[in-house]
């Protein structure tokens, strides 16, 4: 498709923000577009969110609004840009977005550090059985040392698999090597010799293989339909006894009632998890669980991300009200 030029426009964009942003991103929003904010923060429906696409020039959705073809089906033809908040647009039928000469952004790279900072703290958690020992002070149930009591196991020598060496996976890599972790990983491509060198990694071809390898996998590949179920209950039965868990990508990637089988039958040695299948609810199943660490979807939850985000849905915003192509576009041949 041939690029075409967005015109120039004479009068502020309106802009619909599907959830409250940080205030500061808010005030700038507010004074730069017309902006209509959503003030109470409760997630728009799915009649609120077509409503929203026939009255925007730009919507600015959050990855828990789901914008599929019929939705986007239902736009108004002044909807010209969907300026995502956040780096995944999973969420978003890219296909009918083009179809309709809409284009989309998202915010990439703002959240990688923060997300690669909670999952080394789920990598350390889980095999030192941090959660156990909070609830144990919680309870007022600690005698005291005892040379027996709460046996974790230790970081160094261990093998990480990493599951999607990208951005996030790299950070984690990075972070991984100072703690002594082997890091093998396994990517759609294979990374430069010189970049596998600066983390000490190993290429792993066949997915297969570094399951049964590591001793914690962690997920940092994005939700499409090749990677759905990645970890299924044939991998997840194949992996090492006693292994751990680590997702903090998302939900789809693993079969989780397979998952939390293999973590009763004590197949898996633990779990860190800060996504879930049908957020905000969470299985009771893995709520008993002692050695799941379980977090409500906070890998970008910084207040530093979080405005590094909005800024870069400003910029976007104006790039494309301007009639230039914005910087971070999904979309290739629509401006």
Not at 24 to 30: I, P
Not at 148 to 154: P, V
Request: hydrophobic letters at 45%.
């Amino acid at each position: 498709m041939a690029d075409r030029p967005t015109p120039r426009r004479t009068a502020k964009p309106r802009v619909v923000v599907t959830r409250h942003l940080l205030a500061s991103v808010e005030a700038r929003m507010s004074e730069l577009f017309d902006t209509k904010l959503n003030v109470a923060d409760a997630p728009l429906t799915r009649d609120e969110l077509a409503a929203a696409m026939r009255e925007a020039d730009v919507l600015v959705p959050t990855v828990t609004d789901r914008i599929d073809a019929e939705l986007i089906a239902q736009a108004g033809p002044q909807l010209g840009l969907i300026a995502s908040f956040g780096a995944g647009v999973d969420h978003i039928d890219l296909a009918a977005a083009r179809a309709k000469k809409i284009i989309v952004t998202n915010t990439p790279g703002v959240f990688t550090d923060d997300t690669a900072d909670l999952t080394m703290a789920l990598i350390i958690g889980v095999p030192r059985r941090l959660r156990e020992g909070t609830s144990l002070i919680r309870r007022s149930e600690w005698t005291g040392w005892a040379p027996s009591a709460l046996l974790g196991r230790k970081l160094g020598g261990k093998v990480l698999g990493i599951v999607g060496m990208g951005r996030i996976g790299q950070a984690v890599a990075l972070r991984a090597r100072a703690f002594g972790l082997t890091i093998r990983y396994h990517n759609r491509h294979r990374l430069p010799q010189a970049v596998e060198a600066q983390f000490g990694a190993e290429y792993v071809a066949d997915l297969d293989a570094l399951l049964r390898q590591s001793d914690i996998v962690t997920l940092h590949c994005p939700a499409t339909p090749e990677t759905r179920g990645l970890l299924s209950a044939a991998r997840i039965a194949a992996m090492k006894a006693g292994a751990t868990i680590v997702n903090t990508a998302r939900a789809d990637l693993i079969d989780y009632g397979a998952m939390i089988e293999a973590l009763e039958s004590g197949h898996l040695g633990g779990a860190g998890l800060d996504v879930f299948p049908e957020e905000p609810k969470v299985d009771d199943r893995l709520v008993a669980l002692p050695n799941v660490i379980a977090q409500p979807h906070i890998g970008s939850a910084t207040i530093e991300g979080r405005e590094a985000s909005g800024e870069k849905v400003i910029a976007n915003i104006r790039f494309w009200a301007d009639g230039h192509r914005p910087p971070d576009q999904v979309l290739e041949g629509l401006v």
